[in-house]
């Protein structure tokens, strides 16, 4: 079975620092990995995804994430916030028929 | 390209009534999702259609829970009776041909709010 843990419900940085968001994820056979984003009353929208190849992983926005089979973990990064970072982000592993495991999410916040 | 389209936006219902939510995948996709989001949770699969026919319906509540596709492009999800934890955002989303790599496409979502 598959299934994803995201660290942390809400994380809070200022404006300008890293953004780190934690993602750990279990699975039996190699994963298929992606960061949503998720602004208030919206749909969710594809930050980036691990598929295979490269590890390190870049997406929308100045968002990237990185595979680390050893430590299962795919955490999304950003070297500096911007207020329009602001929203809720979710990490999710696929299956081979596409069928997507969630994590909790987790609640951005970034402050002047 | 089109998005992903669903309607209506929001629905408020009394409970043990009834509601349907409508969606619209992208052009082309085959392969069309329906999820459940509870607020402060991530969204949680319901039901997964290939064309017209299902592949996952494992979490969907068969009992009040109904979901169409015909002709294998746009979808109703329907809930009859409600309950007050029904309550949630449902979400659309869509994908090529429903390959592990693929990526989903996700509508606006229905809010419902059960009373």
């Known amino acids: 079975a598959q299934s994803v843990t995201q660290l942390g419900s809400h994380v809070s940085v200022s404006e300008g620092a890293l953004v780190l968001l934690r993602c750990n994820y279990s699975?039996?056979?190699?994963?298929?990995l992606f960061w949503y984003v998720q602004y208030p009353n919206q749909g969710l929208q594809l930050l980036l995804k691990y598929t295979t190849g490269a590890t390190l992983v870049k997406g929308i926005n100045g968002f990237e994430a990185e595979f680390k089979k050893s430590e299962t973990s795919f955490h999304l990064t950003k070297p500096s916030a911007h207020m329009s970072d602001a929203a809720e982000y979710f990490c999710?592993?696929?299956?081979?028929?596409?069928?997507?495991?969630f994590g909790s999410g987790t609640k951005l916040n970034v402050k002047p | 390209e089109a998005g992903v389209a669903q309607s209506p936006r929001y629905k408020i219902i009394e409970k043990r009534q009834s509601v349907a939510f409508w969606c619209n995948p992208i052009?082309?996709?085959?392969?069309l999702y329906w999820y459940q989001q509870i607020l402060g949770q991530g969204p949680k699969l319901l039901i997964q259609?290939?064309?017209?026919?299902?592949?996952?319906d494992s979490q969907l509540p068969k009992d009040r829970f109904s979901a169409e596709r015909l002709k294998g492009v746009d979808s109703t999800l329907k809930i009859q009776p409600a309950k007050l934890e029904d309550s949630a955002v449902y979400l659309c989303?869509?994908?090529?041909?429903?390959?592990?790599?693929?990526?989903?496409?996700f509508g606006p979502g229905t809010r419902l709010t059960v009373l």
């Open positions: 699975s039996s056979v190699p994963p298929y």
């Open positions: 999710a592993v696929s299956d081979d028929f596409n069928k997507f495991y």
């Open positions: 989303a869509s994908s090529g041909i429903g390959a592990g790599t693929d990526t989903q496409y």
């Open positions: 052009s082309g996709h085959a392969t």
């Open positions: 259609f290939q064309n017209n026919g299902v592949v996952d």
